[in-house]
């Protein structure tokens, strides 16, 4: 079965960073497009950040723009979040996803989903 695992949340303080990984199922995941969301308490599911299969195009939601950063490596079996200069605001659960297409920042385009993994960023 299809399986997207994310870790590396955790508590940071305002100003810190943090790395998040989703790794995958070797192979199943291939063609797809990945994608970042988060989900903070009582808000709705938004946009983080989403990578293209083939291409690599990068794709960044207005609050990660210019903080963020999304990659994958080489085997294209895991993708990474690299977060920068975080603040309280970006308190949520940090879900991967993957898409056969559709539009990239669209929830509904995705067809695999992560269990997530919580980052809390004190002030």
């Known amino acids: 079965q299809a399986q997207l695992v994310e870790s590396g949340g955790g508590l940071v303080q305002a100003g810190g960073s943090l790395r998040l990984t989703c790794t995958t199922s070797?192979?199943?995941?291939?063609?797809?497009?990945m994608g970042w969301f988060r989900q903070a308490p009582g808000k709705e599911r938004e946009f983080v950040a989403a990578?293209?299969?083939?291409?690599?195009?990068?794709y960044y939601g207005d609050s990660a723009e210019g903080r963020f950063t999304i990659s994958r490596d080489n085997a294209k079996t895991a993708i990474y979040l690299q977060m920068n200069r975080l603040h309280p605001a970006d308190t949520a659960v940090y879900c991967c996803?993957?898409?056969?297409?559709?539009?990239?920042?669209?929830?509904?385009?995705?067809?695999?989903w992560g269990q997530g993994t919580q980052v809390t960023v004190s002030s």
């Open positions: 996803a993957a898409s056969r297409g559709g539009q990239s920042a669209a929830a509904n385009s995705y067809d695999y």
């Open positions: 990578i293209i299969w083939g291409v690599g195009t990068e």
């Open positions: 070797v192979r199943t995941f291939v063609g797809y497009n």
